[in-house]
């Protein structure tokens, strides 16, 4: 009994610690009137649901749509070469690179972006799409070519020997027998790169600005304009993503993939 | 330069070992309960800040203290409390991990004893998972340090700042590139002395599977 009132208490105390923020944007979505005494908005309604439907809420969310399939494609063309050679291969400096797509992440984000965005005025690349596109590639190729490196290495190398001997050259064993074993793993790569890419906001700030507009840099844009409302809709559409990523993450990343990570 | 930045880089210091001490002081006994007797639920709910994108905590914690506590969403405390919202997910990963790797015998030898969770977590989980603790600390701590789109969404009163806020607006609004490097690389070395410890501690493997992990989806 005092166990079930113990788990009873611990569930409600965390619904509310995470779940409580997180309601409070859906509150805040709906508040067509919320004035300051007040602790629960006047008036609700759909009115900045509705606004979803117009052209500043879709072109955002158009752009980024395709700034991520852009970024997904290139990193994908990128990483599974790369990550075959770093699973199969050993060559020196093996460890370095793989090392070295790390090295963005481990420090600070800005400041990189901030030199970044510097280099990118010099050609000509700040505040067009190519240079969110770029930008997005350095943080979604750490997350494709771990990935891939880690695919590869689960396939069992004894497959593509049984190809070589029966014949079957570098290319077409890779094609044939590697590659369509690797497929989920491809998916799984192209959904992190993919919803990485979706919900960028520090870089495509400040690389994009003032001309390419996300929907995270809308959202903040509309923060910051006291848009509270506008940007508590465009925060829930935000959440979508992690939310796929949270179920997905179970299906296909969890056990075997990740167990070989950062085995260099 | 440096007499008006040094109080943004205490300052930043400071919420971070706030958040981070807030982080650890939910994570610590919620985990150590999940470890004594597993519970679905409350295990999901603690991961779900992990696939919250920054931006949105930020937004979110915003919306969510402003019509109880006006003026806390952009205080220091403010920005603390979201940063531990954020980086509760990330604490139960790997608090978790470290607490299941620790052998049920020794769990049940304690019981024998007569212990409830709350000793078994003080005495037994936290002793043995000491190592990953300090490194779950260190990654947590320093991720804060860094922290931009947060306290960015927070909104900016007047005061001390964060210490990326400061690149932002040295670089963005004024242009002043050097200073915003200079300060950028102060941060470096604060994340650096953090990544110190990080690295003498963890295998490269472990290494890469809690950067992943944290990374998901910033």
Not at chain 2, 89 to 99: C, P, Q, V, Y
């Amino acid at each position: 009994m005092t166990r079930l009132i113990a788990r009873a208490a611990a569930l409600a105390i965390a619904t509310f610690i995470v779940l409580g923020p997180l309601a409070s944007l859906a509150v805040w979505s709906l508040a067509e009137r919320w004035t300051a005494p007040s602790p629960w908005p006047q008036r609700f309604g759909l009115k900045y649901w509705n606004r979803m439907l117009s052209a500043d809420f879709l072109e955002p969310l158009r752009l980024g749509v395709v700034i991520a399939l852009v970024v997904t494609a290139l990193a994908l063309v990128l990483a599974i070469p790369l990550g075959y050679a770093l699973a199969r291969l050993s060559f020196p400096g093996r460890a370095v690179v793989l090392l070295a797509f790390l090295m963005p992440q481990a420090f600070p984000q800005l400041p990189v972006f901030a030199s970044a965005t510097r280099e990118f005025y010099r050609w000509g690349l700040a505040g067009t799409v190519s240079g969110v596109v770029l930008v997005h590639l350095v943080g979604g190729l750490v997350f494709a070519v771990w990935t891939m490196t880690a695919v590869f290495r689960a396939i069992a190398s004894e497959l593509e020997e049984a190809a070589w001997n029966l014949g079957a050259s570098t290319t077409r064993t890779f094609l044939s027998i590697a590659l369509p074993l690797a497929a989920p793993g491809v998916a799984a790569s192209a959904l992190l790169v993919f919803l990485y890419s979706l919900d960028e906001f520090t870089g495509t700030l400040l690389i994009g600005a003032p001309f390419v507009t996300t929907l995270p840099v809308y959202m903040y844009t509309a923060s910051q304009g006291y848009e509270l409302q506008i940007a508590s809709v465009t925060a829930l559409v935000l959440m979508l993503p992690g939310a796929v990523l949270l179920l997905a993450l179970d299906r296909f990343l969890k056990s075997e993939y990740l167990v070989f990570f950062g085995q260099l | 330069m440096w007499r008006l930045y040094l109080r943004d880089v205490f300052y930043t210091l400071g919420v971070a070992a706030t958040g981070a001490t807030l982080t650890f002081a939910v994570a610590i006994p919620v985990c150590g309960w999940l470890r004594a007797r597993a519970f679905g639920p409350v295990e999901f709910l603690l991961k779900v800040p992990l696939f919250v994108p920054f931006v949105v905590v930020g937004h979110a914690l915003r919306v969510f203290l402003s019509p109880w506590a006006p003026g806390l969403a952009g205080s220091w405390t403010g920005i603390a409390l979201a940063l531990a919202w954020k980086h509760l997910g990330l604490a139960a990963l790997l608090l978790l991990g470290a607490f299941r790797a620790v052998d049920e015998s020794h769990l049940e030898a304690a019981r024998n004893f007569g212990a409830g969770t709350a000793r078994l977590t003080k005495d037994v989980l936290v002793p043995m998972s000491a190592p990953s603790l300090a490194v779950s600390a260190v990654l947590i701590f320093s991720s804060m340090l860094a922290s931009f789109s947060i306290p960015l969404m927070m909104g900016r009163g007047g005061g001390a700042q964060m210490l990326m806020i400061d690149v932002y607006y040295r670089f963005g609004q004024h242009g002043d590139f050097e200073t915003a490097a200079a300060l950028g690389v102060v941060g470096y070395l604060m994340a650096m002395g953090a990544a110190l410890v990080y690295l003498k501690r963890l295998t490269p493997r472990e290494a890469a599977v809690t950067q992943l992990k944290r990374r998901s989806l910033e």
